[in-house]
């Protein structure tokens, strides 16, 4: 397996890119890298580096995208970029997948267009993991499409159903539409029809209905379902309390000598909630529903955070995503066996 790696994206790369894709070799022994970039910048770090260097083949280019650059601009002007070159060798069959921690809106506009959208899927999708008190829970989208219609929620669906059966290992997902209530008559137009559709599809696993927000966290479905208005302010959402309450407990603790000591004794306990709640550990976006593999990487990353995103890419390519996904989108138009028993 290759993956390709935006070296120029981030914001500390290429070093951040480097170095973790040293920790990701370590864990992945048999997959190689395509890296783009400016290689007299690449180059002194994987010098450093003989093992992931032995695998690794630089592509050499100077120009790159910036996180200022509009999706629009990036897509004309940055053909030569780093970027776009480490997307190009998906679509040509050098790499399995690629992955890059730069501009967000650029990375899914450039993928689009060269990789284009798998057959029935009207527009790509942005999914991530959360943290839940069941363990993890997918949800989709989280910002690649502001306004959604019925179709493009039924998508999602179809797409967050795949993923979670082919990489998460689920084998009967959960999944339901967020929305503002539980009963069947809450919600705008678009949920409705999403809802009609989901509730005779012929998908995986079973379709709860309406979830609210704090089915999050609950982890009451598997995947969540969302227009990218609602995910992406959920996701900064669950980012920014997860911030709040670490620095909540740091004062707690320093508050007081006595406060410190409680600290001391609850250390153990202290590191693995820190472990648990480490968003490095569900650092890799998923852009689902293109014919290709792309995981875009939290830009303030560090090494460990890149080197989990590129083991996202790395297990959406050996579990096969995107052939699972264009089999459920062949399906979805079949007849569900609910609806055949009726018929019959």
């Given at each position: 397996?290759?993956?390709?790696?935006?070296?120029?994206?981030?914001?500390?790369?290429?070093?951040?890119?480097?170095?973790?894709?040293?920790?990701?070799?370590?864990?992945?022994?048999?997959?190689?890298?395509?890296?783009?970039?400016?290689?007299?910048?690449?180059?002194?770090?994987?010098?450093?580096?003989?093992?992931?260097?032995?695998?690794?083949?630089?592509?050499?280019?100077?120009?790159?995208?910036?996180?200022?650059?509009?999706?629009?601009?990036?897509?004309?002007?940055?053909?030569?970029?780093?970027?776009?070159?480490?997307?190009?060798?998906?679509?040509?069959?050098?790499?399995?997948?690629?992955?890059?921690?730069?501009?967000?809106?650029?990375?899914?506009?450039?993928?689009?267009?060269?990789?284009?959208?798998?057959?029935?899927?009207?527009?790509?999708?942005?999914?991530?993991?959360?943290?839940?008190?069941?363990?993890?829970?997918?949800?989709?989208?989280?910002?690649?499409?502001?306004?959604?219609?019925?179709?493009?929620?039924?998508?999602?669906?179809?797409?967050?159903?795949?993923?979670?059966?082919?990489?998460?290992?689920?084998?009967?997902?959960?999944?339901?539409?967020?929305?503002?209530?539980?009963?069947?008559?809450?919600?705008?137009?678009?949920?409705?029809?999403?809802?009609?559709?989901?509730?005779?599809?012929?998908?995986?696993?079973?379709?709860?209905?309406?979830?609210?927000?704090?089915?999050?966290?609950?982890?009451?479905?598997?995947?969540?379902?969302?227009?990218?208005?609602?995910?992406?302010?959920?996701?900064?959402?669950?980012?920014?309390?997860?911030?709040?309450?670490?620095?909540?407990?740091?004062?707690?603790?320093?508050?007081?000598?006595?406060?410190?000591?409680?600290?001391?004794?609850?250390?153990?306990?202290?590191?693995?909630?820190?472990?648990?709640?480490?968003?490095?550990?569900?650092?890799?976006?998923?852009?689902?529903?293109?014919?290709?593999?792309?995981?875009?990487?939290?830009?303030?990353?560090?090494?460990?955070?890149?080197?989990?995103?590129?083991?996202?890419?790395?297990?959406?390519?050996?579990?096969?995503?995107?052939?699972?996904?264009?089999?459920?989108?062949?399906?979805?138009?079949?007849?569900?066996?609910?609806?055949?028993?009726v018929n019959g």
């Open positions: 397996m290759t993956i390709a790696l935006d070296a120029m994206g981030g914001d500390a790369a290429p070093g951040m890119v480097i170095r973790g894709a040293s920790i990701a070799r370590e864990r992945y022994p048999e997959v190689d890298f395509l890296i783009f970039g400016r290689e007299s910048e690449i180059g002194p770090h994987l010098d450093k580096l003989a093992d992931l260097k032995a695998v690794s083949t630089v592509v050499h280019t100077d120009d790159m995208v910036s996180s200022e650059d509009k999706p629009s601009v990036a897509l004309r002007a940055g053909r030569g970029s780093s970027m776009r070159l480490a997307i190009n060798s998906v679509r040509e069959g050098k790499a399995d997948g690629v992955v890059s921690a730069g501009n967000t809106g650029a990375l899914m506009a450039m993928a689009k267009f060269v990789l284009k959208t798998l057959p029935g899927v009207d527009r790509p999708a942005i999914a991530a993991f959360f943290p839940t008190l069941r363990g993890e829970t997918l949800m989709l989208d989280l910002g690649a499409n502001v306004v959604c219609d019925g179709r493009n929620l039924v998508d999602f669906a179809v797409m967050g159903n795949a993923f979670a059966r082919c990489v998460v290992g689920v084998l009967q997902p959960t999944y339901g539409l967020l929305n503002v209530g539980s009963e069947e008559m809450k919600g705008h137009e678009a949920l409705q029809e999403a809802s009609a559709v989901l509730r005779e599809a012929n998908l995986p696993g079973h379709f709860v209905g309406f979830v609210e927000g704090d089915d999050i966290a609950k982890g009451s479905v598997d995947v969540v379902i969302t227009d990218g208005f609602t995910g992406n302010i959920a996701l900064k959402t669950a980012e920014g309390t997860a911030s709040l309450i670490s620095e909540y407990m740091r004062r707690t603790f320093k508050s007081s000598l006595l406060a410190g000591l409680g600290y001391l004794l609850a250390r153990s306990a202290m590191r693995k909630l820190r472990k648990r709640l480490d968003p490095r550990r569900y650092n890799g976006a998923i852009f689902l529903g293109l014919n290709g593999i792309t995981v875009k990487s939290h830009g303030g990353t560090d090494a460990l955070g890149f080197a989990n995103a590129i083991g996202v890419a790395i297990d959406m390519k050996k579990y096969g995503i995107v052939e699972k996904t264009r089999a459920d989108f062949a399906n979805l138009t079949q007849p569900s066996p609910k609806a055949q028993a």
